[in-house]
C-alpha cells in the first residue's frame, strides 16, 4: 500500500504523513474545537430566509395552518406539493402546471416558471415593522 501510494502522491512526505490522511489533530486544534463546542450551544437566532415570518391567510392555509413559517421552508412546501402532485411539465421542466391549491397562491395563473415563485410568494409574507 505504501508503494502505491507513494506513486500516487509522487513521494510527497505531507500527503502520505499520518496527520494529512486524517490521524490525530494536534493538540491546539482540540482545544479550539471544544471552546467552539461550548459555544454553539446556544441556539444562534435564525436570520435571512431561514428567519420565521408572519404569513397571508393563502399560504398559512397550504402549509397547514401554520401562522409563522420561514421563506426556506415555504418554498420546500411548495416543491414536495409539485413533485408528489407530478405538477412539472414533462415537455418544459422549468415550468410549473398549477392546481386548485397552488393558484390560489400564485394569484390564479395556470402555468409558473421555476425561476418566478420565490417572486410570487413574496407578498405573502406580511413585513414585521
Known amino acids: 500500500m505504501a508503494a502505491a501510494a507513494a506513486r500516487v502522491f509522487r513521494g510527497c512526505r505531507f500527503l502520505m504523513s499520518p496527520a494529512a490522511a486524517g490521524?490525530?489533530?494536534p493538540a491546539a486544534a482540540a482545544a479550539k474545537a471544544t471552546k467552539t463546542d461550548a459555544a454553539e450551544a446556544k441556539p444562534k437566532p435564525k436570520r435571512g430566509i431561514m428567519q420565521p415570518l408572519p404569513v397571508s391567510d393563502a399560504l398559512r392555509q397550504f402549509a397547514g395552518g401554520t401562522p409563522?413559517?420561514?421563506r426556506a421552508i415555504a418554498i420546500k412546501?411548495?416543491?414536495s406539493h409539485i413533485k408528489a402532485n407530478g405538477l412539472q411539465n414533462p415537455a418544459n421542466k422549468t415550468e410549473i402546471n398549477c392546481d386548485d391549491k397552488l393558484k390560489s397562491i400564485f394569484a390564479g395563473r395556470d402555468k409558473v416558471g421555476m425561476m418566478e415563485i420565490a417572486?410570487?410568494?413574496s407578498p405573502?409574507?406580511?413585513k414585521a415593522n
Open 23 to 25: 490521524g490525530k489533530k
Open 68 to 70: 409563522e413559517i420561514s
Open 77 to 79: 412546501l411548495i416543491w
Open 119 to 121: 417572486r410570487l410568494l
Open 124 to 126: 405573502h409574507f406580511i
